[in-house]
């Protein structure tokens, strides 16, 4: 018989029979699926029919259900400490399917019997359930007395919650101990306030014990974490490395690191070096690194110097961003097969100047002194007679096959190029300029040149007294003899037919009497202010100079200069 016909009002099965213990269980999983929260208890057995309905039957207690392996190993929730008036019945989800029993226990064994409440656990912190995590509860079974049950037409369709706070009432008006099943249901109600997110009970189950978490979602946890901790540690790692190789940008220049010694070479382009007269590979060295023809100075002067290599005065034609070997080969003269090489020295005469250039470059001695009479081709002044004094002393290379003239041209340029960087551009003032710087070259120290082109134009000046206008120069005399001679007799001295003997004629002698390098031109461009009007060189090897005002004090530094020549035999000739 289907228990939706069952009466419990009158105790029995719709033709006066009890339910049986199947029907009850359909009966029972007929509410569970109408979101009923009580299951119909037969009010009597056979034997206790005729029990007087004025005696209030004493009220079994129901069993509440067995949680399964899992749950039973989750702690319960605590219950608060006031219990407040528990709301509206929550729907009971179906009770636990008992095991089957003998066909002659059913009939005694339908009611349920009274089971005391189950002991409240202590409440544990570390494992309560995350507010959203799902949970599944047992059912727990609240007992349905006589007169208030589902099926009751004077109660409709909320006969069940009424039945409910019927109960209550009736326990509390008769101020009796609160019933097993009251008890149940508030054990329902605090495990209920345990999850305070679950406000919606007809869109979820009654999930009184929660799950165990998923392995998988441990272990998807665990390779967050990691992966968190590895993307750490890179990041750490990138940060370390960046502020490693930022500081070694810095501490490099400190450290000199980043200084390049030498370039790859072969090098390219074209550049000229000048070596001055008496310099040094530090300074030539210095010169090239500021026109990038090599690096590095140290390491250009280390190879040089282990070369061997001797600095020979003039100009040099180099590549940009050469390699040192190559650079010191050319400054030494180490390649000269390849190309047209030639060293001129400051204060040569322009006889010893060409013979130096036809032995380096091979080009006849007799069309290079063609050049030499023909001096107005290259640019020079009106009043020059010859290339005397304007072929720039120096160490020069061309390619092969360069002719004479170029050749020629380039050395005058060089001159010519000096005396405009000095300001002198009027043709016929370069020509007394290199004059001077020639007697300068001549007759005085690199380290006095200045002093001694002052005391010359004080000499020249038309007020003077002293000197009247007379240079008074050794080496002019010589020049305009033809030989070399530190010694000059009276009567060379007094020959005026020598238009370079500046002892007998007033004035600048004919021309130049030598090729003077860019110190002297310079110093004769800009000489140094002073009153001297005599100076004399009182040591050949040092070059030093003494300088005065007067010829008394002049002939004592003759007196110096001769002793000096009686202590080296053979220097002054």
């Known amino acids: 018989m289907s228990p939706v016909n069952n009466d419990p009002s009158n105790g029995t099965g719709g033709g006066g029979m009890p339910l049986?213990?199947?029907?009850?269980?359909?009966?029972?999983?007929?509410?569970?699926?109408?979101?009923?929260?009580?299951?119909?208890?037969?009010?009597?057995?056979?034997?206790?029919?005729?029990?007087?309905?004025?005696?209030?039957?004493?009220?079994?207690?129901?069993?509440?259900?067995?949680?399964?392996?899992?749950?039973?190993?989750?702690?319960?929730?605590?219950?608060?400490?006031a219990r407040p008036t528990p709301p509206a019945a929550e729907p009971a989800p179906p009770a636990a399917e008992p095991e089957p029993r003998p066909a002659a226990q059913a009939q005694s064994e339908d009611l349920p019997k009274p089971v005391p409440p189950a002991p409240e656990a202590a409440p544990s912190i570390a494992e309560e359930p995350e507010p959203h995590e799902a949970t599944t509860h047992m059912p727990v079974v609240a007992p349905v007395y006589a007169g208030h049950?589902?099926?009751?037409?004077?109660?409709?369709?909320?006969?069940?919650?009424?039945?409910?706070?019927?109960?209550?009432?009736?326990?509390?008006?008769?101020?009796?101990?609160?019933?097993?099943?009251?008890?149940?249901?508030?054990?329902?109600?605090?495990?209920?306030?345990?999850?305070?997110?679950?406000?919606?009970?007809?869109?979820?189950?009654?999930?009184?014990?929660?799950?165990?978490?998923?392995?998988?979602?441990?272990?998807?946890?665990?390779?967050?974490?990691?992966?968190?901790?590895?993307?750490?540690?890179?990041?750490?790692?990138?940060?370390?490395?960046?502020?490693?190789?930022?500081g070694a940008q810095f501490l490099k220049p400190l450290l000199g690191m980043d200084k390049v010694t030498d370039y790859p070479g072969p090098g390219s382009g074209s550049v000229t070096v000048t070596v001055p007269e008496g310099a040094g590979p530090k300074q030539v060295a210095a010169d090239m690194v500021s026109k990038k023809v090599v690096a590095d100075a140290d390491s250009f002067v280390k190879a040089f110097t282990a070369e061997g290599g001797v600095l020979s005065p003039g100009d040099f034609t180099f590549k940009t961003e050469m390699k040192n070997s190559d650079a010191v080969a050319i400054l030494s003269n180490k390649d000269s097969s390849k190309v047209i090489y030639f060293a001129l020295s400051a204060g040569l005469r322009i006889n010893e100047s060409l013979d130096a250039i036809s032995k380096g470059s091979g080009i006849p001695l007799q069309q290079l002194n063609a050049f030499n009479q023909a001096p107005g081709q290259f640019g020079l002044p009106a009043k020059a007679k010859n290339l005397e004094g304007f072929l720039a002393p120096g160490e020069y290379r061309f390619p092969l096959g360069t002719s004479g003239k170029d050749i020629i041209q380039a050395l005058v340029t060089a001159t010519l190029d000096e005396l405009k960087a000095q300001g002198i551009t009027d043709q016929a003032k370069q020509y007394d300029v290199v004059t001077i710087a020639s007697i300068v070259q001549a007759e005085g120290g690199q380290a006095d040149y200045g002093n001694v082109a002052g005391a010359i134009y004080n000499r020249l000046k038309p007020d003077n007294k002293e000197t009247n206008g007379l240079i008074q120069s050794d080496a002019t005399v010589t020049y305009g003899l033809g030989k070399k001679s530190f010694h000059l007799t009276d009567e060379e001295k007094a020959d005026k037919s020598n238009t370079y003997n500046t002892y007998a004629n007033v004035g600048l002698p004919a021309g130049p009497i030598g090729s003077p390098g860019k110190t002297a031109i310079d110093a004769a461009a800009k000489p140094t202010a002073n009153d001297y009007l005599y100076w004399v060189t009182i040591n050949l090897d040092t070059k030093e100079t003494k300088f005065s005002k007067t010829l008394a004090e002049h002939s004592g530094y003759v007196e110096q200069y001769n002793a000096w020549c009686a202590a080296n035999p053979g220097r002054c000739v």
Do not use: C, W
């Not at 359909?26 to 004025?54: D, H, I, K």
């Not at 129901?62 to 929730?77: C, F, G, I, L």
């Open 149 to 246: 049950s589902a099926g009751d037409p004077g109660h409709g369709s909320d006969a069940a919650d009424q039945g409910h706070h019927d109960y209550v009432d009736h326990e509390v008006h008769h101020g009796g101990d609160i019933h097993a099943g009251h008890d149940a249901h508030y054990a329902y109600d605090e495990h209920h306030e345990a999850h305070p997110d679950d406000h919606h009970p007809e869109d979820h189950a009654h999930e009184l014990i929660p799950a165990m978490e998923s392995p998988v979602s441990k272990a998807a946890a665990r390779k967050a974490r990691r992966r968190r901790r590895v993307l750490a540690l890179l990041i750490t790692l990138g940060v370390f490395v960046a502020a490693i190789v930022i």
């Open 20 to 81: 049986t213990r199947k029907e009850l269980r359909a009966r029972e999983r007929f509410l569970a699926t109408q979101n009923q929260n009580v299951v119909p208890v037969p009010e009597a057995t056979p034997g206790e029919a005729g029990a007087s309905a004025e005696v209030e039957p004493e009220l079994p207690r129901p069993v509440p259900a067995v949680p399964n392996a899992a749950a039973a190993q989750r702690p319960s929730v605590a219950p608060p400490a």
